[in-house]
Nanobody, 116 residues
Framework: QVQVAESGGGLVQPGGSLRLSCTTS????????MRWYRRTPGNQRDLVAS???????DYVDSGKGRFTISRPGAGDTVYLQMDSLKPDDTGVYYC??????????WGQGTQVTVSS
């Protein structure tokens, strides 16, 4: 079974920063897309950021200018750097890894809480 493991969540004050990490056991040549989703306290699930195998990135509108997704060397780990955090960023952040045959694997999630 393909494993996906996130880490880096925590409690931060508004304006603070967090760096989330996600590592997968899927061989890097089989990775098509790595994405971060967020489940909010209102139980909405939003796509926060994505990075394709060729390095193309995309962000939710509210994260543009504050969030940065990266995958160094097209390797087995993806990061989400989150700066200038707001209370609305609160939620459980899930890493997903989609293969070149369109199988998607989910991590267990890591809690991000932004509160004063």
């Amino acid at each position: 079974q393909v494993q996906v493991a996130e880490s880096g969540g925590g409690l931060v004050q508004p304006g603070g920063s967090l760096r989330l990490s996600c590592t997968t056991s899927l061989g890097v040549s089989f990775i098509d897309l790595m994405r971060w989703y967020r489940r909010t306290p209102g139980n909405q699930r939003d796509l926060v950021a994505s990075i394709s195998r060729n390095g193309a990135v995309d962000y939710v509108d509210s994260g543009k200018g504050r969030f940065t997704i990266s995958r160094p060397g097209a390797g087995d780990t993806v990061y989400l750097q989150m700066d200038s955090l707001k209370p609305d960023d609160t939620g459980v952040y899930y890493c997903t890894v989609s293969s070149i045959v369109d199988e998607t694997h989910w991590g267990q999630g890591t809690q991000v809480t932004v509160s004063s």
